[in-house]
C-alpha cells in the first residue's frame, strides 16, 4: 500500500495542513468561517471517541477479567501496574526540576511582560483557582469513595467518571467468574460479541482521524489566535524559554525514559513501539484529552503492539485516569517558573513538596482539556506562591497541553507493554494497516 494511504501517514498530514490552515486563517482573519465550517467536525470525532470510550472500557475489561482463572493474577497485574505508573511518574517531575532549575526560564521575563500577561489573564485564573477550591476541600479518602458509583448508569453516563466504569466492570467480572460455567456463558459470549463490535467500531471512527484532527488543530489555532497571529507570536516570545524547557522535558521523558524502560524490561524495539502508538500520539496532541484519546490507544495496544486484551483493558483506563506524567513534568517545570519569574527562591523543602504534590495532583487531573493547570493551584498553594499568578502561563497552556496529553498516553502505552511482558502477555507485534482496511471494507 502507498504510504499516503496508510492512516499514520494520513492523520500527520492532517495534522500539517491543520496547522497551515489555521496559521493562514488566523492571517486572514478567518476565524467565523472556521468556527462555523470546519470546528464541528473537530466536535463529532472527540464526540464519537468519547461515545465509545465507556462501551469499550465495560466490556472489553469485564471479558478481560472472565477469563481471568483466578483472582490473584488481577492483584498482581495491579500492583506492578500502579507501582510502574508511580515510578515513571516521579520520574517525570524530578526530570522536570532539573531542567527548570538548570536553564531558569523564569529570570529570562521582563517585569513588564510579567505584569502585563498578569492582568490580561486575572480573570481566567480566578476562575481556575475557584475550581481548585472545591478538590482542595475533599477529605484524604474522597478519592476513593469517588470511585465507587452509588448508580450504574450516572457512572457510565459522564466520562470523567471513568474510574467508575472501570470499578463497575470489574465488579461485573468478578461476579461473572464466581457463578458457574455454564450460566455464565450465555452473558460472556455477548459480551465477547459486544467487545468484537465496539473494536471494530474504534476501527470504523478511526478512518474520520485525518479530518477529525485536521479540525481540531485548525480550531485550536484559531480559538488561540483570534484573527491576531501578533499576539500568539508575542507570547511565544515572552514565554517562549518556558515552553521549550516543559517540551525538551517532555520529549526527554519519552524519548529516554520510556525507552529505556522498553529496552530493559520488554523484548519490543522502540521503532515498532513507536510506529504502534504514534496514531494515539497524534489523536492525543490534538484532542488534549488522554480520556478521549482511550478508545485509540486500546486499539492500537491490542491491534498492533500485541499487548493482551486482559492487561490492556485493566492497564490503559487506568492510566488514562490516574497515570500522567507529561502532566506532573509540566506541573513542576510550571511551578518553579513562576516562582523564579516572581523572584522568590524555592529551597531544597519546596522543591521536594513539588514532587509530593505533583505526583498528587498529576493522579488527581482528569484526562480533559486544562485539567493540568487546575492542579497546578494546588502545588502553587503548597510551596507558598500565590495560585493567582497562574495567569502567567495561561496564554500558551493550550499549546503544552497538545504535548503533555501526547506524552501521557505514550507512559500509558510503555506501561501496559511492560506489564504484559511481565505477565507473558505479549504478543507479537503487527503493524500492517492492510488488514484494518479490508476487514472495514467487508463489514
Ligand atoms: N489534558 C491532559 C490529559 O488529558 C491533562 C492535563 O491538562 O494535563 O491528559
Not at 334 to 353: C, H, K, P, R, Y
Request: proline share 4%.
Amino acid at each position: 500500500m502507498p504510504w499516503y494511504r496508510q492512516l499514520h501517514w494520513q492523520i500527520v498530514i492532517g495534522l500539517i495542513l491543520g496547522l497551515i490552515y489555521g496559521v493562514l486563517a488566523a492571517v486572514w482573519g478567518w476565524s467565523g468561517f472556521t468556527g462555523r465550517w470546519i470546528t464541528p467536525f473537530g466536535t463529532i470525532f472527540i464526540n464519537l471517541l468519547k461515545l465509545i470510550a465507556v462501551p469499550l472500557i465495560l466490556v472489553s475489561l469485564i471479558t478481560g477479567i472472565a477469563s481471568l482463572s483466578d483472582l490473584r493474577k488481577l492483584s498482581r497485574i495491579g500492583g506492578k501496574t500502579i507501582s510502574l505508573y508511580l515510578a515513571t511518574t516521579t520520574i517525570a517531575i524530578a526530570l522536570g526540576l532539573i531542567i527548570v532549575n538548570v536553564t531558569r526560564p523564569g529570570d529570562r521575563i521582563p517585569s513588564d511582560m510579567r505584569d502585563q500577561l498578569q492582568a490580561t489573564y486575572q480573570q481566567d485564573a480566578a476562575a481556575r483557582t475557584e475550581a481548585a477550591q472545591e478538590t482542595r476541600q475533599r477529605t484524604v479518602l474522597q478519592p476513593l469513595v469517588d470511585m465507587v458509583p452509588e448508580n450504574f448508569f450516572q457512572a457510565a453516563s459522564l466520562n470523567r467518571n471513568m474510574l467508575q466504569v472501570v470499578f463497575l466492570a470489574l465488579l461485573f467480572g468478578i461476579g461473572l467468574i464466581q457463578i458457574p460455567t455454564e450460566k455464565a456463558r450465555p452473558i460472556l459470549s455477548l459480551f465477547e460479541s459486544l467487545n468484537l463490535v465496539v473494536i471494530r467500531l474504534v476501527d470504523l471512527i478511526m478512518l474520520m482521524a485525518p479530518i477529525g484532527v485536521f479540525a481540531l488543530i485548525a480550531g485550536t489555532i484559531t480559538s488561540i489566535a483570534q484573527d491576531d497571529l501578533g499576539q500568539v507570536l508575542e507570547l511565544l516570545g515572552a514565554l517562549g524559554f518556558y515552553c521549550l524547557a516543559v517540551i525538551a522535558g517532555l520529549i526527554l521523558h519519552i524519548f529516554v525514559t520510556y525507552t529505556l524502560l522498553l529496552k530493559t524490561l520488554t523484548p519490543m524495539s522502540i521503532r515498532t513501539f513507536f510506529a504502534g502508538i504514534g496514531p494515539a500520539q497524534l489523536v492525543a496532541f490534538s484532542t488534549s484529552s488522554s480520556a478521549a484519546t482511550l478508545p485509540v490507544t486500546m486499539e492500537r495496544c491490542e491491534e498492533k503492539l500485541g499487548v493482551s486484551e486482559e492487561v490492556s483493558s485493566f492497564v490503559l483506563p487506568l492510566g488514562a485516569t490516574i497515570n500522567m506524567d507529561g502532566t506532573a513534568l509540566y506541573q513542576s517545570v510550571a511551578a518553579v517558573f513562576i516562582a523564579q519569574s516572581l523572584g522568590m527562591e524555592l529551597d531544597l523543602t519546596a522543591q521536594l513538596t513539588i514532587v509530593l504534590t505533583a505526583l498528587l495532583a498529576s493522579i488527581g487531573s482528569a484526562g480533559v482539556p486544562g485539567a493540568g493547570i487546575i492542579m497546578l493551584v494546588i502545588i502553587l498553594e503548597a510551596v507558598g506562591v500565590p495560585s493567582a499568578s497562574i495567569a502567567l502561563i495561561l496564554g500558551v497552556d493550550r499549546i503544552l497541553d497538545m504535548v503533555r496529553t501526547a506524552t501521557n498516553i505514550t507512559g500509558d502505552a510503555a506501561v501496559a507493554i511492560v506489564v504484559a511482558t511481565s505477565e507473558n502477555q505479549l504478543g507479537t507485534a503487527n503493524l500492517s494497516e492492510t488488514s484494518d482496511r479490508i476487514r472495514i471494507s467487508s463489514v
